[in-house]
């Protein structure tokens, strides 16, 4: 399907960049890139998070980011919460699983993201 931005961030170019990296080499990719995501900017100093996702319904998600990531950590956050929307769509729940595999998934695919 799609995805968008909304929010205050002067990067959100790197939300189209990691969306469209995890729908190329991500393992799930043709399941990913059906479901609508918003990428939504704002200020998660209070919160103490980088980012989270929520499910809106069957085929879309709102994933919220801070608004003011070093790049590392933008596009690592970004990933993260792309597999949660993956560990959704399977319906994995149990917290520590879904945990280890996106900081798993976070590392792997910036890693290699950089290497090409």
Known sequence: MTI??????????????AYKYFIEHGTHKHIFKEKEIEVHYCDL????VFG?????DDDSWLVTIHNDLAITEHYK??????????????GIK????????AYHIESVMYREMCAT
């Open 77 to 90: 956050t970004l990933f993260h919460e792309f597999q949660h929307i993956i560990q959704d769509i399977y």
């Open 52 to 56: 989270w996702c929520e499910q809106c």
């Open 94 to 101: 149990c917290e520590e699983v879904r945990e280890n595999e």
């Open 45 to 48: 100093t209070d919160d103490n």
């Open 4 to 17: 968008c931005t909304s929010g205050d961030n002067n990067s959100n170019h790197i939300a189209f960049e």
